[in-house]
């Protein structure tokens, strides 16, 4: 322990201090308030489809009956995506109820978080914000006293291409790497959640994945990310053969890849189908294959494969781009037309009238609109003769 930190033991009476190191990040998180409340229904319109989208009125009773459990991640103080949360006393309580049942669970006095949504905007699900908005939960749960633990009922991305795998089955399947082969299960696994099991009927609209969820849980005070290797962030390394790179970044594209897609060096990923949730496993095989640790948003800056080999080749400089170009282009709404004092004509002033004051007399001995309605609010009676 180092100086400052024995100075505050003695004063404080603190015995054990942990040493963190804090970062200066692009966005903001923060709890929303009520007048959030259309740009939240906004972003939920945008990331979900109609058949399993919560109504305006449930995120309005997020705000209301549990605020310190939502957060909303802003840019440019944009709303660009949101985290929703609730407590209930325990998984159990999920069986046989669908989504829009889950929300009369809600008690304070639980000790399960259940997650019930990642939102982020679709222009920037690139950027691995939803990946940073998912951990900083996670942590922030640990730290709030009787939580004993995190759940979730998500669902399945690609259920159908396996079809007709019994979904049991198909939540547990992992490819060579040890990865979740579904990309939302995959997702969760990364962040240390462990499969529990189908829960049927919790989405009875969603045809693709037979109306069920997948009822995952994070042993939230002894958690392990599912990461590929402990480095230094970012961390610029030249390996000892330079052509090996480029094998390597193409092979890990190659396996994250969209089939339906041809594989380009100088083609962007996202036109290769590779969108946010398949990004987060090309970052997992980066840093497995290369040894080092990236950004979520590494991939923003070096967006095709060429750019990432000669990145880690030590050939790039790294990029900085402006905050605002990650922002979608929003339409400002065009001036309206206001007369100016030259428009009116002589005509017009001549028979004008001008209001130069206003006065009001309240009853009994009230000077002033505050005194007034200290006898409203004490229910004086102030009628006089």
Not at 184 to 203: E, T
Request: aromatic share 8%.
């Amino acid at each position: 322990m180092n100086d400052m930190g024995k100075c505050l033991v003695k004063r404080t009476l603190i015995k054990s201090i942990s040493l963190n190191c804090f970062e200066n990040n692009y966005y903001n998180l923060r709890h929303p308030k009520i007048d959030d409340l259309p740009d939240l229904i906004a972003l939920e319109i945008l990331c979900w489809p109609e058949n399993i989208r919560v109504d305006n009125e449930e995120i309005q009773r997020r705000i209301w009956n549990f605020p310190q459990g939502q957060f909303i991640l802003e840019i440019e103080e944009k709303i660009v995506g949101a985290i929703y949360s609730q407590i209930i006393d325990n998984p159990q309580l999920l069986e046989n109820k669908t989504f829009t049942q889950v929300p009369l669970l809600h008690t304070e006095s639980g000790v399960v978080v259940q997650l019930l949504a990642v939102n982020i905007l679709p222009e920037l699900q690139n950027q691995g914000l939803g990946d940073r908005l998912l951990e900083f939960m996670l942590q922030y749960c640990a730290q709030i006293s009787g939580v004993e633990k995190v759940v979730a009922v998500t669902l399945c991305r690609n259920y159908s291409d396996y079809s007709p795998m019994p979904m049991a089955e198909y939540i547990h399947k992992k490819n060579d790497s040890g990865l979740l082969v579904d990309q939302i299960l995959r997702f969760h696994q990364i962040h240390g959640a462990k499969i529990q099991k189908v829960l049927p009927g919790y989405r009875p609209k969603d045809i693709e994945n037979q109306g069920c969820g997948v009822l995952i849980e994070y042993d939230i005070h002894h958690r392990q990310r599912f990461d590929g290797i402990q480095v230094e962030k970012n961390q610029q390394v030249k390996v000892e053969r330079k052509e090996d790179v480029d094998e390597v970044v193409a092979g890990c594209v190659r396996g994250v890849m969209n089939k339906k897609h041809s594989f380009d060096s100088e083609r962007p990923l996202m036109e290769m189908g590779i969108e946010s949730l398949e990004l987060l496993e090309l970052k997992y095989l980066l840093e497995k294959k290369l040894g080092v640790k990236i950004e979520p948003n590494f991939f923003f800056k070096y967006g095709n494969p060429k750019a990432i080999a000669s990145y880690f080749k030590g050939e790039t400089p790294v990029k900085h781009r402006k905050i605002s170009e990650l922002l979608p282009k929003i339409p400002q709404p065009e001036p309206k037309n206001q007369k100016t004092d030259s428009d009116f004509s002589a005509a017009q002033l001549e028979n004008g009238i001008a209001i130069i004051g206003m006065a009001c007399r309240f009853p009994g001995d009230a000077d002033s609109p505050q005194k007034y309605w200290s006898l409203l609010r004490d229910g004086i009676d102030a009628i006089t003769e």
